[in-house]
């Protein structure tokens, strides 16, 4: 059973630089078929793509946000990470890894991590 | 930016009622729209992908419906543990988007 979980500070201060982890389990992250996204949520608003890395490093992000966004893969850890700069309260949000299949036809997001509160604050 | 308006905001209904949600798209989406049901405190669950197709473990009172710009998912009868929120997404264009969300409460 694929399991993701997400890690990394739960409050950055404003201006800075935020920055999370994605573990995958139960299978691996080099496996073609398979984008590693990012996805967020406001709190009481609904669910916002931040965009997607897959094992080779090609990325493809938001446009909202891509001038701040940078994901990177780590094939040997199985691990994929998020930075999101000069971040501010806006960007106050539970951050939720997933696996996007998309392999002959698209499967869905069918995976995800439990997502982890990212507050912005000083 | 394709725009996935869905109906109702709210939906309010009781145990074993049917429940048909709906999701608008601002442009045409070929098949690529899932449906996933978001409970507090817990990940996102993929329940339908390419519009009518059931994830793994999916029970079938879930299914889904429609094509181009209009589609719709269904729950026969409504259990309790299906009270929560449903969001439609799309894979289509880019960036990818979802709706804003359904909130099923029991009525």
């Known amino acids: 059973q694929v399991q993701l979980q997400e890690s990394g500070p739960g409050l950055v201060k404003p201006s800075q630089t935020l920055s999370l982890t994605c573990t995958v389990s139960?299978?691996?992250?080099?496996?073609?078929?398979?984008?590693w996204s990012w996805i967020r949520q406001h709190p009481g608003k609904g669910l916002e793509w931040i965009g997607y890395i897959y094992y080779s490093g090609s990325t493809y992000y938001n446009p909202s946000l891509k001038s701040r966004v940078t994901m990177s893969v780590d094939t040997s850890k199985n691990q994929f990470s998020l930075s999101l700069s000069s971040v501010t309260a806006a960007d106050t949000a539970v951050y939720y890894c997933a696996r996007d299949h998309y392999n002959n036809g698209w499967y869905g997001l069918d995976y995800w991590g439990q997502g982890t509160l990212v507050t912005v604050s000083s | 930016e394709m725009v996935l308006t869905q109906s109702p905001a709210t939906l309010s209904l009781s145990p074993g009622e049917r429940a048909t949600l709906s999701c608008r798209a601002s442009?045409?989406?070929?098949?690529?729209l899932a449906w996933y049901q978001h409970k507090p405190g817990q990940a996102p669950r993929l329940l339908i992908y390419?519009?009518?197709n059931r994830a793994t473990g999916i029970p079938a009172r879930f299914s889904g419906s429609g094509s181009a710009t209009d589609f719709t998912l269904t729950i026969s009868s409504l259990e309790p543990e299906d009270f929560a929120v449903y969001y439609c997404q799309q894979r289509d264009n880019w960036p990818i988007t979802f709706g804003q969300g359904t909130r099923l409460e029991i009525k």
């Open positions: 442009q045409t989406v070929r098949s690529y």
């Open positions: 139960g299978g691996s992250i080099s496996s073609g078929g398979f984008y």
């Open positions: 390419d519009a009518s």
